[in-house]
């Protein structure tokens, strides 16, 4: 990635994305489904705009997928 | 399969199981509390072990981080108990306030080892971090001078602050929320409310379209 591409990355916001407090709401639901390998995208997409956009609650996604997969195994 | 491991399937095939016992009193509770801060334990282990190759954090700090975690996240359980609605499983739901607590207790990490001062304004530094190729200066030093003209004059001072600390500063949003004292949702909408600004004042100024950067 270039700075040019990545300059437009910040500045491009989503419309569908739905900020930290619902995203972190949901995230037990969301991450479960996506555990089970559903289409979280499809259907919770301001979820994953966010989830794309925010370190932070992107972060805590990867980490709470990952204790659902411990306690798969 | 272990005595542990027997007990959570158990408490996972009624997912009212755990916020009843929990709800309730006396050696059922006290057994399902101990259950829970080990599971909780193991989840923020995992967690900090994932996240430290990032942290200046040493292994005796990562495991009472863990510790810490667990003990915040036990409580904010306990005190929502009523808020689970059985949309997950129970453990899923547990876990991810061990998650927050991990990540919240990070972010006040940060202010004990503070890379810059927050007052500081890095703009020197602002090509680099966003990789433009200094060999390049002589196309991207208009658009990044017209960015900083954005910065001073669309944003607020609230704003402009939060754009100083995490773009400039790098200063993690999750401790910019401690020295905030606001929240994540709080800081991350002032960033996207500057983001979109910033952009429109560029496309007004003829250096971005709907199709991209219009490079002279």
């Known amino acids: 990635m270039n700075g040019w591409s990545a300059l437009d990355g910040f500045l491009r916001t989503d419309p569908w994305d739905v900020g930290c407090a619902q995203a972190m709401e949901m995230l037990h639901i969301y991450a479960e489904l996506a555990a089970a390998g559903a289409a979280v995208e499809e259907r919770y997409p301001g979820v994953a705009a966010h989830l794309r956009a925010c370190g932070p609650c992107g972060d805590d996604f990867d980490g709470l997928l990952a204790a659902v997969h411990v306690e798969k195994h | ?216």
Do not use: C
């Open chain 2, 1 to 216: 399969m272990t005595g542990r491991v027997a007990a959570v399937a158990a408490f996972d095939a009624d997912p009212a199981e755990w916020p009843r016992v929990l709800a309730g009193t006396g050696p059922q509770r006290e057994a399902a509390l101990a259950q829970l801060h080990a599971l909780l334990l193991r989840i923020a282990r995992g967690e900090v072990a994932r996240r430290g190759p990032r942290l200046q954090l040493t292994g005796p700090e990562l495991d009472d981080l863990a510790y810490q975690a667990t003990a915040d996240a036990l409580i904010a359980i306990t005190s929502k108990l009523a808020q689970f609605r059985g949309e997950s499983r129970f453990t899923t739901w547990a876990y991810k306030f061990v998650i927050f607590e991990v990540s919240a207790k990070i972010g006040r990490h940060f202010w004990r080892h503070p890379s810059v001062p927050l007052d500081a304004e890095g703009w020197e530094r602002l090509p680099d971090t966003f990789g433009f190729d200094p060999v390049q200066e002589a196309e991207w030093r208009d658009l990044l001078a017209a960015l900083r003209r954005a910065v001073d004059e669309k944003l607020t001072a609230r704003q402009r602050r939060v754009f100083v600390a995490i773009v400039l500063n790098k200063v993690p949003l999750d401790a910019l929320v401690i020295e905030m004292a606001a929240n994540r949702n709080a800081i991350y909408q002032t960033l996207f409310d500057a983001r979109r600004k910033l952009r429109a004042a560029l496309a007004a100024d003829g250096y971005i379209g709907d199709d991209g950067w219009r490079r002279s």
